[in-house]
Protein backbone atom coordinates (compact mmCIF):
# COMPACT_ATOMS: atom_id res chain seq x y z
CA UNK A 1 0.00 0.00 0.00
CA UNK A 2 0.95 3.99 -0.67
CA UNK A 3 0.35 5.13 2.63
CA UNK A 4 0.38 8.86 3.67
CA UNK A 5 0.87 9.43 7.83
CA UNK A 6 0.39 12.76 8.79
CA UNK A 7 1.83 13.46 12.36
CA UNK A 8 1.61 17.00 14.46
CA UNK A 9 4.23 19.35 13.92
CA UNK A 10 4.49 20.22 17.63
CA UNK A 11 6.94 17.81 18.22
CA UNK A 12 9.38 16.22 15.81
CA UNK A 13 8.88 12.07 14.94
CA UNK A 14 10.04 10.15 17.55
CA UNK A 15 9.68 12.75 19.99
CA UNK A 16 12.60 13.40 22.11
CA UNK A 17 11.27 13.29 25.67
CA UNK A 18 7.20 13.58 26.05
CA UNK A 19 4.77 13.00 23.17
CA UNK A 20 2.53 9.75 22.86
CA UNK A 21 1.57 11.01 19.42
CA UNK A 22 4.50 11.05 17.63
CA UNK A 23 6.12 7.93 19.58
CA UNK A 24 3.18 6.03 18.07
CA UNK A 25 3.67 7.44 14.32
CA UNK A 26 6.78 6.57 14.85
CA UNK A 27 6.50 3.08 15.61
CA UNK A 28 3.21 2.41 13.06
CA UNK A 29 5.46 4.42 10.33
CA UNK A 30 8.97 2.30 10.93
CA UNK A 31 6.65 -0.78 11.08
CA UNK A 32 5.09 -0.48 7.91
CA UNK A 33 7.93 0.55 6.06
CA UNK A 34 9.34 -2.86 7.36
CA UNK A 35 6.24 -4.47 6.30
CA UNK A 36 7.10 -3.67 2.65
CA UNK A 37 4.62 -0.44 2.40
CA UNK A 38 5.56 2.32 0.80
CA UNK A 39 5.21 5.15 3.11
CA UNK A 40 5.84 9.07 3.38
CA UNK A 41 5.58 10.89 6.63
CA UNK A 42 4.78 14.28 7.21
CA UNK A 43 6.33 15.99 9.76
CA UNK A 44 8.82 18.64 11.16
CA UNK A 45 11.90 18.56 9.08
CA UNK A 46 14.04 17.12 12.39
CA UNK A 47 11.68 14.02 12.43
CA UNK A 48 13.95 10.65 11.94
CA UNK A 49 12.05 8.01 9.75
CA UNK A 50 12.79 5.13 7.59
CA UNK A 51 9.52 6.90 5.38
CA UNK A 52 9.80 9.52 2.82
CA UNK A 53 9.97 12.99 5.07
CA UNK A 54 8.15 15.64 3.68
CA UNK A 55 8.11 18.77 5.75
CA UNK A 56 7.09 22.43 5.53
CA UNK A 57 9.04 23.52 9.22
CA UNK A 58 12.52 22.51 9.58
CA UNK A 59 12.50 22.15 13.20
CA UNK A 60 9.25 21.30 15.69
CA UNK A 61 7.63 24.14 17.06
CA UNK A 62 8.45 22.92 20.76
CA UNK A 63 12.37 23.45 19.68
CA UNK A 64 11.74 26.04 17.02
CA UNK A 65 10.84 29.96 17.68
CA UNK A 66 7.44 29.67 15.85
CA UNK A 67 6.99 33.30 16.47
CA UNK A 68 9.84 34.16 14.63
CA UNK A 69 8.82 33.07 11.28
CA UNK A 70 6.32 33.62 8.87
CA UNK A 71 3.92 31.51 11.06
CA UNK A 72 3.20 32.79 14.53
CA UNK A 73 0.71 29.89 15.81
CA UNK A 74 1.60 26.31 16.11
CA UNK A 75 -2.16 25.29 14.19
CA UNK A 76 -1.35 27.17 11.51
CA UNK A 77 1.98 24.95 10.63
CA UNK A 78 -0.22 22.23 11.91
CA UNK A 79 -2.67 23.24 8.69
CA UNK A 80 -0.26 23.93 6.08
CA UNK A 81 1.30 20.23 6.83
CA UNK A 82 -1.80 18.31 6.42
CA UNK A 83 -2.66 20.59 3.08
CA UNK A 84 0.66 19.49 1.51
CA UNK A 85 -0.18 16.02 2.60
CA UNK A 86 -3.82 15.93 1.07
CA UNK A 87 -2.36 17.53 -2.51
CA UNK A 88 0.18 14.49 -2.74
CA UNK A 89 -3.16 12.59 -2.29
CA UNK A 90 -4.73 14.94 -4.79
CA UNK A 91 -2.26 13.73 -7.00
CA UNK A 92 -2.71 10.23 -6.60
CA UNK A 93 0.45 9.73 -4.99
CA UNK A 94 -1.35 7.82 -1.94
CA UNK A 95 -4.35 4.85 -1.78
CA UNK A 96 -4.72 6.46 1.75
CA UNK A 97 -3.93 9.11 3.90
CA UNK A 98 -3.47 8.18 8.20
CA UNK A 99 -3.88 11.36 10.04
CA UNK A 100 -2.69 11.80 13.18
CA UNK A 101 -3.12 15.98 13.20
CA UNK A 102 -6.46 16.20 14.88
CA UNK A 103 -8.71 18.33 14.25
CA UNK A 104 -6.78 20.58 11.72
CA UNK A 105 -6.52 16.98 9.78
CA UNK A 106 -10.07 16.83 9.68
CA UNK A 107 -10.89 20.08 8.41
CA UNK A 108 -8.58 19.27 5.24
CA UNK A 109 -9.81 15.83 4.92
CA UNK A 110 -12.81 17.05 4.07
CA UNK A 111 -12.35 18.06 0.68
CA UNK A 112 -9.93 14.79 0.03
CA UNK A 113 -10.75 12.52 -2.91
CA UNK A 114 -8.47 10.02 -1.39
CA UNK A 115 -10.13 7.45 1.82
CA UNK A 116 -8.27 9.08 5.29
CA UNK A 117 -8.20 7.81 8.46
CA UNK A 118 -7.87 9.55 11.79
CA UNK A 119 -7.12 8.35 14.82
CA UNK A 120 -8.13 10.72 17.45
CA UNK A 121 -5.43 10.78 20.07
CA UNK A 122 -7.12 13.68 21.70
CA UNK A 123 -10.81 13.79 23.74
CA UNK A 124 -13.52 14.67 22.01
CA UNK A 125 -14.98 18.24 22.40
CA UNK A 126 -18.16 19.02 21.97
CA UNK A 127 -17.50 22.30 20.32
CA UNK A 128 -16.16 20.73 17.36
CA UNK A 129 -19.45 19.04 16.16
CA UNK A 130 -20.10 20.87 13.33
CA UNK A 131 -16.34 20.13 12.43
CA UNK A 132 -16.95 16.47 12.10
CA UNK A 133 -20.55 16.87 10.79
CA UNK A 134 -18.55 17.84 7.36
CA UNK A 135 -15.78 15.12 7.79
CA UNK A 136 -16.73 12.81 5.08
CA UNK A 137 -14.15 9.67 5.79
CA UNK A 138 -12.84 7.44 8.79
CA UNK A 139 -12.02 7.68 12.36
CA UNK A 140 -11.15 5.89 14.96
CA UNK A 141 -9.98 6.16 18.64
CA UNK A 142 -7.52 4.44 20.96
CA UNK A 143 -9.51 3.06 23.63
CA UNK A 144 -13.18 1.69 23.79
CA UNK A 145 -13.72 4.41 26.35
CA UNK A 146 -12.63 7.45 24.01
CA UNK A 147 -14.09 5.50 21.31
CA UNK A 148 -17.36 6.04 22.86
CA UNK A 149 -17.64 9.95 22.94
CA UNK A 150 -16.76 10.13 19.34
CA UNK A 151 -19.38 10.55 16.39
CA UNK A 152 -20.74 7.08 15.23
CA UNK A 153 -20.46 8.20 12.02
CA UNK A 154 -17.51 6.89 10.21
CA UNK A 155 -16.41 5.11 13.43
CA UNK A 156 -13.71 2.16 13.45
CA UNK A 157 -13.13 -0.08 16.29
CA UNK A 158 -10.48 1.66 18.12
CA UNK A 159 -7.10 0.33 18.48
CA UNK A 160 -4.98 -0.17 21.84
CA UNK A 161 -1.62 1.28 21.27
CA UNK A 162 1.57 -0.97 21.16
CA UNK A 163 4.94 0.16 22.08
CA UNK A 164 8.53 -1.25 21.36
CA UNK A 165 7.73 -3.61 25.12
CA UNK A 166 11.98 -5.13 24.13
CA UNK A 167 13.66 -2.02 24.54
CA UNK A 168 12.35 -1.72 28.53
CA UNK A 169 14.39 -3.94 30.37
CA UNK A 170 12.56 -6.07 32.53
CA UNK A 171 12.99 -5.58 36.50
CA UNK A 172 11.81 -8.35 38.49
CA UNK A 173 13.00 -7.19 42.04
CA UNK A 174 13.53 -3.92 42.11
CA UNK A 175 15.78 -2.55 45.12
CA UNK A 176 14.45 1.47 44.56
CA UNK A 177 11.77 1.64 47.04
CA UNK A 178 10.14 3.89 45.82
CA UNK A 179 6.62 5.06 43.77
CA UNK A 180 6.81 6.86 40.45
CA UNK A 181 4.49 9.47 39.29
CA UNK A 182 5.52 10.29 35.13
CA UNK A 183 3.64 12.38 32.85
CA UNK A 184 2.81 16.18 32.48
CA UNK A 185 2.02 18.16 35.19
CA UNK A 186 -1.57 19.62 34.49
CA UNK A 187 -3.77 19.62 37.13
CA UNK A 188 -6.21 16.65 35.41
CA UNK A 189 -2.81 14.13 35.43
CA UNK A 190 -2.82 13.95 39.35
CA UNK A 191 0.97 14.59 40.76
CA UNK A 192 0.03 16.57 44.02
CA UNK A 193 -3.06 12.90 44.44
CA UNK A 194 0.22 10.58 43.79
CA UNK A 195 2.20 12.62 46.70
CA UNK A 196 -1.09 12.82 48.98
CA UNK A 197 -1.25 8.75 48.22
CA UNK A 198 2.23 8.12 48.60
CA UNK A 199 2.64 10.15 52.11
CA UNK A 200 -0.32 8.84 53.49
CA UNK A 201 1.24 5.10 52.58
CA UNK A 202 4.36 6.39 54.09
CA UNK A 203 6.32 5.63 51.12
CA UNK A 204 9.22 7.37 48.75
CA UNK A 205 7.56 8.95 45.47
CA UNK A 206 9.56 10.48 42.70
CA UNK A 207 7.85 12.56 40.06
CA UNK A 208 9.04 13.07 36.52
CA UNK A 209 7.55 14.76 33.88
CA UNK A 210 6.99 17.35 31.30
CA UNK A 211 5.66 20.87 32.85
CA UNK A 212 3.72 23.01 30.14
CA UNK A 213 3.62 26.62 30.07
CA UNK A 214 -0.34 26.44 30.88
CA UNK A 215 0.27 24.35 34.16
CA UNK A 216 3.20 26.55 35.47
CA UNK A 217 0.97 28.30 38.21
CA UNK A 218 -0.59 25.30 39.14
CA UNK A 219 2.79 23.40 39.83
CA UNK A 220 4.30 26.48 41.46
CA UNK A 221 1.24 26.61 44.03
CA UNK A 222 0.43 23.21 44.68
CA UNK A 223 2.98 20.80 43.59
CA UNK A 224 6.30 22.11 44.06
CA UNK A 225 5.73 23.31 47.99
CA UNK A 226 5.38 19.48 48.16
CA UNK A 227 9.12 18.36 46.80
CA UNK A 228 11.17 17.90 49.73
CA UNK A 229 14.19 16.02 48.20
CA UNK A 230 13.46 13.45 50.70
CA UNK A 231 10.24 10.99 50.53
CA UNK A 232 8.91 13.49 47.58
CA UNK A 233 11.51 14.21 44.84
CA UNK A 234 11.09 15.68 41.38
CA UNK A 235 13.41 14.85 38.50
CA UNK A 236 12.63 17.14 35.71
CA UNK A 237 11.14 16.02 32.07
CA UNK A 238 13.03 12.37 31.40
CA UNK A 239 13.60 10.74 28.45
CA UNK A 240 15.71 7.17 26.93
CA UNK A 241 17.43 5.40 29.41
CA UNK A 242 16.62 7.72 32.18
CA UNK A 243 12.88 7.26 31.87
CA UNK A 244 13.50 3.47 31.23
CA UNK A 245 15.39 3.43 34.39
CA UNK A 246 13.06 4.80 36.71
CA UNK A 247 10.55 2.57 35.33
CA UNK A 248 11.90 -0.45 36.23
CA UNK A 249 13.04 1.23 39.74
CA UNK A 250 9.37 1.62 40.87
CA UNK A 251 8.10 -0.49 42.98
CA UNK A 252 4.38 0.67 41.38
CA UNK A 253 3.19 3.54 39.04
CA UNK A 254 0.82 5.86 40.16
CA UNK A 255 -1.64 6.93 37.70
CA UNK A 256 -4.92 8.81 39.54
CA UNK A 257 -6.08 10.51 36.90
CA UNK A 258 -8.60 13.06 37.12
CA UNK A 259 -9.92 13.39 33.14
CA UNK A 260 -10.52 11.17 30.49
CA UNK A 261 -7.35 10.67 29.06
CA UNK A 262 -8.02 8.30 25.99
CA UNK A 263 -5.03 5.91 26.35
CA UNK A 264 -2.33 6.61 28.90
CA UNK A 265 0.80 4.93 27.15
CA UNK A 266 2.93 5.65 30.17
CA UNK A 267 1.03 2.70 32.05
CA UNK A 268 1.71 0.69 29.23
CA UNK A 269 5.96 1.44 29.84
CA UNK A 270 5.84 0.55 33.35
CA UNK A 271 4.07 -2.54 32.79
CA UNK A 272 6.60 -3.95 30.11
CA UNK A 273 9.09 -2.49 32.70
CA UNK A 274 7.28 -5.09 35.22
CA UNK A 275 5.95 -2.43 37.41
CA UNK A 276 2.37 -2.41 38.37
CA UNK A 277 0.12 -0.12 37.82
CA UNK A 278 -1.87 1.84 40.21
CA UNK A 279 -4.81 3.84 38.19
CA UNK A 280 -8.41 5.96 38.57
CA UNK A 281 -11.23 3.98 37.55
CA UNK A 282 -11.41 6.25 34.89
CA UNK A 283 -11.46 6.39 31.12
CA UNK A 284 -9.18 3.60 29.64
CA UNK A 285 -7.57 2.48 32.89
CA UNK A 286 -9.62 -0.36 33.29
CA UNK A 287 -9.14 -1.24 30.00
CA UNK A 288 -5.38 -1.04 29.74
CA UNK A 289 -4.62 -2.60 33.92
CA UNK A 290 -6.11 -5.92 34.63
CA UNK A 291 -7.06 -5.33 38.46
CA UNK A 292 -5.17 -8.04 40.78
CA UNK A 293 -2.82 -9.24 38.25
CA UNK A 294 -0.93 -6.16 36.43
CA UNK A 295 -1.99 -3.58 39.09
CA UNK A 296 -5.09 -2.24 40.78
CA UNK A 297 -7.69 -0.36 39.18
CA UNK A 298 -9.19 2.05 42.06
CA UNK A 299 -11.91 4.60 43.20
CA UNK A 300 -10.63 6.97 45.04
CA UNK A 301 -7.30 8.12 47.26
CA UNK A 302 -8.29 5.82 50.19
CA UNK A 303 -8.16 2.70 47.93
CA UNK A 304 -5.22 3.61 46.29
CA UNK A 305 -3.44 3.95 49.57
CA UNK A 306 -5.05 0.75 50.39
CA UNK A 307 -3.16 -0.47 46.73
CA UNK A 308 0.03 0.95 47.46
CA UNK A 309 0.36 -1.76 50.69
CA UNK A 310 -0.79 -4.54 48.38
CA UNK A 311 1.82 -4.07 45.73
CA UNK A 312 3.41 -7.23 46.84
CA UNK A 313 0.48 -8.95 45.55
CA UNK A 314 1.19 -8.33 41.98
CA UNK A 315 3.71 -10.90 40.55
CA UNK A 316 5.77 -8.52 38.21
CA UNK A 317 6.18 -11.02 35.56
CA UNK A 318 2.17 -10.93 34.61
CA UNK A 319 2.94 -7.66 34.30
CA UNK A 320 5.96 -7.87 31.65
CA UNK A 321 3.63 -10.98 29.76
CA UNK A 322 0.93 -8.79 29.59
CA UNK A 323 2.64 -5.91 27.74
CA UNK A 324 3.85 -8.33 25.26
CA UNK A 325 0.66 -10.51 24.56
CA UNK A 326 -1.72 -7.07 24.59
CA UNK A 327 0.58 -3.75 23.69
CA UNK A 328 3.37 -4.68 21.02
CA UNK A 329 4.18 -2.89 17.94
CA UNK A 330 3.62 -6.09 15.71
CA UNK A 331 -0.26 -6.90 17.41
CA UNK A 332 -0.96 -2.82 16.94
CA UNK A 333 0.38 -2.88 13.57
CA UNK A 334 -1.30 -6.15 12.51
CA UNK A 335 -4.63 -4.03 13.61
CA UNK A 336 -3.84 -1.05 12.00
CA UNK A 337 -3.11 -2.81 8.43
CA UNK A 338 -6.29 -4.98 9.00
CA UNK A 339 -8.23 -1.15 9.59
CA UNK A 340 -6.83 -0.46 6.23
CA UNK A 341 -7.57 -3.25 4.17
CA UNK A 342 -10.83 -3.38 5.29
CA UNK A 343 -11.63 0.53 4.75
CA UNK A 344 -9.90 0.45 1.28
CA UNK A 345 -12.22 -2.58 0.16
CA UNK A 346 -15.40 -1.00 1.91
CA UNK A 347 -14.35 1.95 -0.95
CA UNK A 348 -13.61 0.07 -3.34
CA UNK A 349 -17.05 -1.16 -2.22
CA UNK A 350 -18.68 1.81 -2.83
CA UNK A 351 -19.06 2.89 0.66
CA UNK A 352 -18.03 6.22 2.84
CA UNK A 353 -17.59 7.05 6.57
CA UNK A 354 -21.14 7.78 6.39
Not at 83 to 97: E, K, P
Not at 218 to 224: A, K, N, P, W
Not at 239 to 252: I, N, Q, T
Not at 309 to 334: G, K, N, Q, T, Y
Amino acid sequence: MRIAQLAPTYERVPPRAYGGTELIVHLVTEELVARGHDVTLFASGDSMTSAALRSVTPTSQRYGDASSGAVPHAEYLQLANAQAAFLAAADGAFDLVHSHAGIEGLVLAATSRTPVISTMHNPYAPETRPIWDAYPWFHHAVSAASAATFPARGALPPILHGIDVASHAFEPDPTGGYLLFLGRFSKAKGADRAVEAARRAGRRLILAGKIDAVDADHVRSTIEPLFDDDQVRYVGEVAGAEKRALLAGADALLFPIEWDEPFGLVMVEALSSGTPVIGFRRASVPEVVEDGRTGFVVDDLDGMVEAIDRIDEIDRRACRASAEERFSVRRMVDDVESMYRSVLDGVAAGAVGV
